[in-house]
Nanobody, 124 residues
Framework: QVQLVESGGGSVQAGGSLRLSCVIS????????VAWFRQAPGKEREGVAA????????DYADSVKDRFIISQDYAKKTVYLQMNSLKPEDTAMYYC?????????????????WGQGTQVTVSS
């Protein structure tokens, strides 16, 4: 069974950067979709970015477009989220998840499993 473990969260001032990692265990297809989500207290869970496990087309929420970059290394079974120009509104628990659907977009994801999450806190 596929399991995911996130790491790389922390506390940073506005304008700073962080890189999150999601390590995947178990079998996953190159055409399975891996995505990052986030949830802040009192807010709905929000899709952030998505990519096929084997690479290719990426998808981003408008709120993070041009600031965040999702990437992957299929051989290492790892997906990354580079977060630049961080804003206080980016503060949330960040989770990675996977899905077998197509297309691979945050709007069409129906996650089959989730990681435990990693906390990102951005101060003003």
């Amino acid at each position: 069974q596929v399991q995911l473990v996130e790491s790389g969260g922390g506390s940073v001032q506005a304008g700073g950067s962080l890189r999150l990692s999601c390590v995947i265990s178990g079998w996953i297809s190159r055409r399975n979709c891996v995505a990052w989500f986030r949830q802040a207290p009192g807010k709905e869970r929000e899709g952030v970015a998505a990519v096929f496990a084997g690479g290719g087309t990426t998808d981003y929420a408008d709120s993070v477009k041009d600031r965040f970059i999702i990437s992957q290394d299929y051989a290492k079974k790892t997906v990354y989220l580079q977060m630049n120009s961080l804003k206080p509104e980016d503060t949330a628990m960040y989770y990675c998840a996977w899905d077998s659907g197509y297309p691979c977009t945050i709007g069409t994801m129906g996650p089959r499993s989730w990681g435990q999450g990693t906390q990102v806190t951005v101060s003003s």
